[in-house]
């Protein structure tokens, strides 16, 4: 989305494609494929992001990726990236060591609706990758939980190696002001929990239509069957809230990788809630 804001001359400003600098103050490998990334912003500012917003993080000589902030904002002075290695941008992150410095963009996008959760029930359900930026929203729920009144989460996992934050999984379970589930696509010995989809938590689940907002994030087939039950418990269209993190590029609406007609996740979300999405034949639900 091209901006029609002018700027009078003389008051130039700072180009939205130029990054801050942070630095990698710790690393530490979550699974085969997943690295979480503590980072620190040049001079100690802190990023000000939202829950479910994103960063532009920039490899200086090889790229730049949009990522999902994994931390709350209640944390502190430094922020979380939970990065898979599949591309350009990513395998050089994993050659970075403590110490090294990055460009990071944002926060950048709409955020999860804290205002709209706020003294209502929240039901988190989350699919495979899906938790990372979800893991921001749950701090924040844990950091402030006397705002919100029951707090329930689901996670579904390919299998138990692909479980990410062991150590936060088995202290959201140990809480008695939380009700977290777990469940995976492949069992084995290892695994005494429940089997199959994210989907099959759900139904056994006593959800109060009246005052439940729903926040899911993970692959668009899970979306196609958990907002079918959701909708089938009586929970209305435009309080069904779910992160649609597609093709996005450069972040700030310029490029249109992100476009689905006319809208532009990037700046539109990328979260958004079923109401806006239903109408968004592209977006896969």
């Not at 993190?245 to 809630?273: L, S």
């Amino acid at each position: 989305m091209v901006s029609t804001h002018t700027t009078p001359l003389g008051a130039l400003k700072p180009s939205p494609f130029l990054p801050d600098m942070a630095e990698i103050v710790r690393k530490e490998r979550l699974n085969p494929t997943e690295t979480l990334y503590v980072l620190r912003l040049t001079g100690g500012a802190e990023l000000g992001h939202a829950p479910g917003q994103f960063v532009e993080v920039s490899v200086f000589g090889v790229g730049e990726a949009p990522l999902s902030i994994s931390s709350s904002p209640t944390r502190g002075d430094t922020f979380e990236l939970c990065i898979r290695r599949v591309g350009d941008v990513t395998t050089a992150m994993e050659r970075l060591g403590i110490g090294a410095k990055v460009g990071i963009r944002g926060p950048l996008g709409r955020g999860f609706p804290l205002e709209v959760m706020r003294d209502r029930d929240v039901l988190i359900i989350a699919g495979g990758l899906g938790i990372v930026p979800l893991r921001s929203l749950i701090g924040t729920l844990i950091d402030e939980r006397s705002d919100f009144a029951d707090v329930t989460i689901l996670y579904g996992c390919k299998s138990p190696a692909d479980m990410l934050f062991k150590d936060e999984v088995e202290a959201w379970g140990a809480r008695s002001d939380i009700d977290f589930r777990v469940t995976m696509d492949i069992a084995d010995p290892s695994w005494q929990g429940n089997v199959g989809p994210v989907t099959t938590l759900f139904r056994r689940l006593a959800v109060n239509p009246k005052t439940t907002v729903p926040v899911m994030v993970g692959p668009p087939v899970m979306f196609k069957h958990v907002v079918k039950q959701v909708l089938a418990v009586g929970i209305p269209e435009d309080r069904i809230i779910l992160s649609l993190e597609r093709r996005m590029k450069c972040g700030i609406g310029e490029c249109g990788h992100c476009q689905i007609n006319g809208v532009y996740v990037c700046e539109d979300g990328p979260v958004f809630t079923y109401a806006e999405l239903k109408r968004l034949e592209e977006a896969m639900l």
